[in-house]
């Protein structure tokens, strides 16, 4: 029997587990994956006291960090969550039962699909959710990226480093910080194709052309999708917790639902910033909870 159980290995969940340790409580953390979607980061550059690190390295010393206080982590995806009186039962995927007094939900989010005709024929034959996974195997190539928000920005000024040509389609206008649209302004590999939709994916055995809704078409060998994200709520909804018009767990300011036991934290609450830091800061909120909400 665990005082708490962690879902989700992120930035959250691993500064809970780190939290929950130094408040002496029995916690496991289970996640099919470390790190959670900033992995995927090319580079961080608002973490504090870093000036610029990649998300990889950034999450590889939270997962040192949290190993360092000899909290137990179980690298297996989390299937269902039951809750009988004052306890909780979490089954794995490899049917493993875990039993605790408490829950922290930080599983994230997933990457937005863009419902584009094509979308899912053509997953990994040209249709990218990772750019930092993927860029290096479409160098020489033309590709686009879908979206205008941070993520977006980054992901087509990094592909420029590989491919001659980026298209960078938003559904709308830019929308990211100055210092990034700043950047994409700049770059001559670029285009940037404002106020217009992509309405079909083509291409034989993978992506060779898009058709936009203005009837252009554009020749393409790869597209990326930046739209951003879901919140993972499948097992908070078995537990009955609520969530608001996004689908994102409601929290109030001490991390918790609104069932007894169980609290949650990152990006899968409806915080405002979905940042790191606030995701750190929502985990050690979460785990300062928890050692409260045991103790009375």
């Not at 929950?20 to 090319?42: D, F, M, P, Q, T």
Request: glycine residues 8%; charged residues 25%; hydrophobic residues 40%.
């Amino acid at each position: 029997m665990y005082d708490l159980i962690i879902v989700g290995g992120g930035p959250a969940g691993m500064t809970a587990a780190i939290y929950a340790a130094r408040y002496k409580l029995n916690v496991i953390l289970i996640s099919e994956s470390l790190g959670g979607a900033i992995v995927n980061s090319h580079k961080v550059e608002n973490w504090p006291g870093i000036k610029s690190i990649s998300g990889m390295e950034l999450m590889q010393n939270f997962e040192e960090h949290v190993k360092n206080f000899n909290v137990e982590i179980l690298e297996q995806n989390v299937v269902d969550i039951k809750k009988d009186k004052k306890e909780f039962t979490v089954l794995t995927s490899k049917n493993k039962n875990i039993h605790g007094r408490s829950i922290i939900l930080a599983s994230g989010t997933q990457k937005r699909k863009s419902g584009i005709k094509n979308e899912d024929k053509f997953f990994r034959k040209g249709i990218s959710y990772c750019y930092t996974c993927d860029a290096p195997m479409y160098k020489d190539k033309t590709v686009a990226v879908i979206g205008g928000g941070n993520s977006a920005c980054i992901a087509a000024l990094l592909l420029t480093k590989y491919c001659p040509k980026v298209y960078m389609i938003p559904r709308s206008k830019l929308r990211g910080d100055n210092h990034n649209i700043g950047l994409v302004r700049k770059n001559k590999k670029i285009e940037i194709i404002e106020d217009k939709l992509i309405d079909e994916i083509n291409g034989k055995n993978s992506v060779e052309e898009i058709i936009l809704s203005d009837g252009r078409k554009l020749k393409i060998q790869g597209l990326f999708v930046e739209i951003g994200s879901v919140p993972s709520t499948a097992l908070a909804k078995e537990l009955k917790v609520k969530l608001d018009e996004k689908e994102y767990v409601i929290v109030d300011d001490q991390m918790k639902t609104n069932i007894d036991g169980v609290f949650a934290a990152g990006d899968i609450t409806n915080g405002k910033l979905k940042q790191i830091i606030t995701a750190a800061a929502q985990g050690a909120i979460a785990a300062n909870s928890v050692f409260n909400y045991l103790r009375n």
